[in-house]
């Protein structure tokens, strides 16, 4: 099988298809980098950027649970600052 570029309009297009949970795992699997395979295990490997090689990083570790998105979006939930609508060189100033 030749190997093909996949370009980000296509990885979008395709990952909007997937499940929430595979959603998370691929972005998991992307933040984390893609390891280099030995010469000899090139052969059972899909091509570097194929769609062949992200369904590979997808269901390979790290396999999220439940919990752990669970633990992500209150991370994010506790980290998020109010929003301020006035500017410091608005009328009135910083205070």
Do not use: Y
Not at 20 to 25: A, F, M, P, T
Not at 27 to 52: D, F, W
Request: charged fraction near 20%; glycine fraction near 8%; proline fraction near 4%.
């Amino acid at each position: 099988m030749a190997a093909s570029n996949v370009g980000f309009q296509e990885v979008v297009e395709w990952a909007s298809h997937l499940s929430r949970e595979e959603r998370l795992r691929l972005v998991a699997c992307i933040g984390a980098g893609l390891s280099v395979a030995p010469a000899e295990a090139a052969q059972t490997e899909a091509p570097a950027g194929s769609a062949m090689a992200v369904l590979q990083a997808i269901r390979e570790p790290p396999h999220l649970s439940a919990e752990d998105v669970e633990t992500l979006e209150q991370a994010i939930a506790a980290g998020k600052q109010t929003v301020r609508q006035e500017g410091i060189f608005d009328r009135g100033g910083a205070k």
